[in-house]
């Protein structure tokens, strides 16, 4: 158990609507980030959080959103669902800004 | 940004035998080069890393190599056993750019 935490677990949504991810880091770690995994791909960096801020932005699309909130846990908003977007959704922490990242579970989102 | 190469995309191997997976980068900034390995169904998980100012490291079974010159990195895995079957991603830090990964299969 790495110490990061996803919420739910699994999602079934249908295809137009909006969901929200919800992480939270490790105790202590400053740094928020997500990642998509589609089946038998690689990981996908969305965008990264450090103490509240936006720091990094991946392949991120304009229907997704995120935030880190002063707690330091983060949402990963995403919105008009398409089928492409099922996938695995990974969080990750780590104390900096950069270095070792600690993966959450995994929320699995199946877009019918 | 950071482009991480990861080669080979498939590997099997007979339990006992070595596998190197490597991996090239092109930011020469770049200081921290993560290895994570994701069993099937399961969250990626780091298992050994390396920085800049260093040029190998190992732990137990598990290696890395840093050639900072050419920029490319390495993983080696010796005595391999079946419940090293995964896949391996390697990661530079400028950019959180994973490598595409490598699935290496263990055969007892």
């Known amino acids: 158990d790495s110490g990061v935490t996803q919420t739910p677990k699994h999602l079934i949504t249908a295809t137009g609507q909006r969901v929200t991810l919800r992480c939270s880091p490790r105790s202590g770690d400053l740094s928020v980030y997500w990642y998509q995994q589609s089946l038998d791909q690689g990981l996908q960096f969305l965008i990264q959080?450090?103490?509240?801020?936006?720091?990094a932005k991946g392949n991120i699309l304009e229907r997704f959103s995120a935030q880190q909130f002063p707690d330091l846990h983060s949402e990963l908003n995403l919105s008009s669902l398409e089928l492409g977007d099922s996938a695995l959704y990974f969080c990750?922490?780590?104390?900096?800004?950069?270095?070792?990242?600690?993966f959450g579970p995994g929320t699995r989102l199946t877009v019918t | 940004g950071e482009n991480v190469e990861q080669h080979p995309s498939t590997l099997s191997v007979q339990e006992g035998d070595s596998a190197v997976i490597k991996c090239t980068y092109s930011d020469s900034a770049s200081n921290y080069f993560p290895w994570y390995k994701q069993e099937l169904g399961k969250r990626p998980q780091l298992i050994i890393d390396?920085?800049?100012?260093?040029g190998e490291k190992k732990d137990q079974r598990i290696a890395v190599t840093l050639n900072k010159t050419a920029k490319h990195f390495s993983l080696h895995i010796t005595e391999t056993q079946p419940e090293d079957s995964a896949v391996y991603f390697c990661a530079a830090n400028n950019d959180m750019r994973f490598g595409a990964g490598t699935r290496l299969t263990v055969k007892p």
């Open positions: 390396i920085r800049s100012n260093v």
């Open positions: 959080y450090y103490n509240g801020e936006e720091r």
């Open positions: 990750a922490s780590s104390p900096w800004a950069s270095g070792e990242q600690y």
